[in-house]
C-alpha cells in the first residue's frame, strides 16, 4: 500500500494522505504500534471519537496474535465528561473499556482517565496533571479534532498556556457529540481535559483526521494562523506532529 507523505517547508507537521479510513487506520496502527515498542515502558496518550475505533481493533487484532504487548505500557486520556460515572455507556471510561482495554493485558493501574464526578474537579486536574509529569510526560499521543479546531476539549480561544483544565463544552461541540446520546440535553456542558501546554509537551503526537467536513478547518490548522481561535494551530509548533488522513490539503 502506498501512501503519499508530505512533509510542510515552513511548519514541523507531516502529512500522510490515506484514500480511506481503512488506510489510515492501518498507518495509524503501525505508527502506534512503532511507540509502543520503542521504550520498554511507554507513555502513550489516548483519544475518543469515531476516528480512532477502526485503529484500536488492529490494536487488539495484533495483540491476540502475539505480535504486540500493552504490559509495560501506561495510558493517559486526553479528557471526561463532568458528571457521568465510569458506568455510562456515553463516558470515555466506558468508551476506553470496550473499544481496548478489555482485551488487551494492559494493566488496571496503568491507566488513566480523568474523573469527572471528583468533589472537587480543580483537585483533580491538578492531580492528573501531576501523574502525567511523574510518568515523564507523554512519549506518543493520539489526537482527533473538533469541527471548530478543539484538540482534547481545548475549546477556540483556550490558552496555548493551559493545563489539565475544567471546560465549558461549546454549543456546536455538544450537537456533534449528541450523536451519541439520546437528545441534546443529556451531553454534559462540562468536561476536563488535558490543557494545551500538556498535550505540546508529548515527545510524538499523532493527529487523526477524516471527513470532508473536516478539510476546512485541517486546512486552517496546518496552513493557517497559529491562534487560540483555532486550538489545533498550535500543533504547527510541536517538532514531531503527523497528520494522517483522507483529506486533500
Known amino acids: 500500500m502506498k501512501l503519499s507523505t508530505v512533509r510542510m517547508e515552513s511548519e514541523n507537521v507531516k502529512i500522510i494522505k490515506t484514500k480511506n479510513n481503512e488506510e489510515l487506520s492501518n498507518k495509524a496502527a503501525e505508527l502506534f504500534v512503532q511507540a509502543l515498542q520503542r521504550k520498554k515502558q511507554p507513555v502513550i496518550g489516548l483519544a475518543t471519537g469515531s476516528t480512532p475505533e477502526r485503529m484500536y481493533e488492529l490494536l487488539i487484532e495484533q495483540y491476540r496474535a502475539g505480535k504486540i504487548s500493552f504490559e509495560q505500557a501506561i495510558s493517559f486520556n486526553l479528557d471526561e465528561y463532568v458528571g457521568l460515572s465510569v458506568e455510562h455507556p456515553t463516558s470515555y471510561h466506558y468508551y476506553m473499556e470496550e473499544k481496548l482495554f478489555h482485551a488487551i493485558d494492559i494493566k488496571k493501574e496503568n491507566t488513566h482517565i480523568p474523573n469527572g464526578l471528583a468533589e472537587d474537579l480543580e483537585k483533580e486536574c491538578e492531580a492528573y496533571e501531576q501523574k502525567i509529569s511523574r510518568a515523564g510526560h507523554l512519549d506518543f499521543l493520539v489526537l482527533g479534532i473538533g469541527v471548530n ?6 475549546e477556540p480561544g483556550t490558552s496555548f498556556d493551559s493545563r489539565t483544565h475544567v471546560v465549558t463544552l461549546t454549543e456546536s461541540t455538544r450537537e456533534v457529540n449528541s450523536r451519541f446520546f439520546e437528545k441534546l440535553a443529556d451531553v454534559p456542558k462540562e468536561a476536563i481535559t488535558m490543557g494545551l501546554s500538556t498535550i505540546m509537551e508529548a515527545k510524538e503526537i499523532m493527529l487523526l483526521v477524516q471527513g470532508d467536513k ?15 481561535d483555532i486550538p489545533a494551530s498550535i500543533l504547527q509548533r510541536h517538532p514531531n506532529t503527523t497528520v494522517i488522513t483522507d483529506i486533500e490539503i
Open 214 to 228: 473536516k478539510a476546512d478547518i485541517l486546512n486552517k490548522v496546518i496552513h493557517g494562523e497559529v491562534t487560540e
Open 149 to 154: 479546531g478543539h484538540i482534547g476539549f481545548n
